[in-house]
């Protein structure tokens, strides 16, 4: 089995290689404990950091890990947890995808691990829908609408795209973005798989044990408690700057209003944190945050985990809690349960109160 496809399992080659090996899916689950440990790290990464994990040396545990995984999350059988591990091997290509074009080492090792782009839109069939121009790329609109669909941020819009000929312009990044969701459309097709008893049976624990870490992460859904004082140091900063009418980033932008939704305040409170910006446009904040919240979309999202804020720089004024949580969430929820349900006074009466004596 190749590394390459160890590295990209979602591959039609790498499903070709597996099949070409004859691999009884029921005698690995059953005999190989380094496939199923990993097959269960996938799967846990991607629900919780929103990413799979180191890749095993191994290139034959790490490419059967991969079944092995959708197994697990077909056996959990959450609509939920299906997006979460979808986006989050869709997260670990798009990163690989992106170092392989990053090299430029002309030496080669016999067997490359590595991919180009035109491998890529080979692999889902967008060779003929994608054109290389001076200054970018340009994707056919019937291809682009699609694979544009669950992506936040006001510039996917097609309205805010110099749409010409049928096609929509992208730079390399916004494309290689695009490639990403493709990727996690295909990874999405045919799940929940149809799981035999017998492999089913050897998998209880580890399923068990995904189903635990989802219903954590559930658990913080049902916080319906505003109190910007006890939330983690990042999403005050977020917070704050909202109020300051700053201008914020889209991954912070997104990462504060799924937190906001997340404990329990709706589209218009949150439409009203918004409007102090100077560049404020309610259609599209209503829009956006709908999105975020499940309203418009198949999908309840969740705030990014702690690792992601650190990556994209949102990660600021640490403290000790900080060095003992993975998730803001986590953090927010201990802060809550360390108080006094009656010392407690939420933001939102207490705006709603001075709106009404101002009133």
Known sequence: MQRLHARYP???????????A?????????????????????????????????????????????????????????????????RGEAETADDRIRADLADTTELKSVESTGVDLETVLAEFDLEAAVRETPTGYRVDVGTY???????????WNLVNRELSDGEVPVDEGELLTLLREAVRRRIEEGLPLDVPDAIGNSLEAEAE????????????????????????????????????????????????????????????????????NSSFGEEMTRYQTDHISGETSPTEYSPPSCATMQSYGDCVNKDDLCERIAHPMAYYEQRLDGEDDEDLEDWREEHADTAEQNG
Request: net charge negative.
């Open 145 to 155: 609408l699609p694979l544009a669909a669950d992506l936040w941020g006001e510039e």
């Open 209 to 276: 044990t995904i189903r635990e870490a989802l219903a954590d992460l559930e658990l913080t859904r049902e916080i319906d408690t505003v109190v910007p004082e006890l939330f983690p140091p990042c999403m005050k900063v977020l917070l704050d700057d909202i109020r300051k009418g700053e201008h914020l980033p889209h991954h912070s932008r997104f990462a504060i209003t799924a937190f906001l939704t997340s404990i329990g305040m709706d589209t218009d409170e949150i439409v009203e944190l918004y409007r102090v």
């Open 10 to 20: 979602f591959l039609e080659a790498a499903r070709e290689s597996v099949a070409a």
């Open 22 to 86: 004859d691999v009884a899916l029921g005698t690995v689950v059953e005999e190989d404990r380094a496939v199923v440990e990993r097959a269960r790290e996938r799967v846990l990464m991607a629900l919780e950091e929103g990413e799979t994990g180191d890749p095993r040396r191994d290139p034959r545990t790490e490419l059967l890990s991969y079944p092995v995984a959708r197994v697990l999350v077909s056996l959990v059988d959450e609509h939920v947890l299906v997006r979460k591990y979808a």
